[in-house]
Nanobody
Framework: QVQLVESGGGLVQAGGSLRLSCATS????????MAWFRQAPGKEREFVAA????????YYADSVKGRFAISRDNAKNTLYLQMNSLKPEDTAVYYC????????????????WGQGTQVTVSS
């Protein structure tokens, strides 16, 4: 497993932007596929976006497509999530995840998790 630490969350007004970061302890971060999930109070953890090892392919949940962008800088061992046009329904704890093989939308398939960072969007 790899250690993951998220940062960049906070309080923002609807329509605003935030950029989340996820630092990994892996000396070979490029060996891991990575993803962002989120969990709102009383709801299950849901998939947001994922990216392949070299960052050449990405995919998104329909709810964030066109507003969020996942990217990575393997030289800095860091994953990013740029969030634009934020909505109150985007309010949640955001988690990054990593896995050597899995690349799906089920949270149970990902082997390593960060502690999460809170994002709150006010209306």
């Amino acid at each position: 497993q790899v250690q993951l630490v998220e940062s960049g969350g906070g309080l923002v007004q609807a329509g605003g932007s935030l950029r989340l970061s996820c630092a990994t302890s892996a000396r070979t971060a490029s060996s891991y596929k990575m993803a962002w999930f989120r969990q709102a109070p009383g709801k299950e953890r849901e998939f947001v976006a994922a990216i392949t090892k070299a960052g050449l392919n990405t995919y998104y949940a329909d709810s964030v497509k066109g507003r969020f962008a996942i990217s990575r800088d393997n030289a800095k061992n860091t994953l990013y999530l740029q969030m634009n046009s934020l909505k109150p329904e985007d309010t949640a704890v955001y988690y990054c995840a990593a896995d050597l093989a899995y690349y799906g939308t089920s949270w149970s398939g990902w082997g390593s998790w960060g502690q999460g960072t809170q994002v709150t969007v006010s209306s």
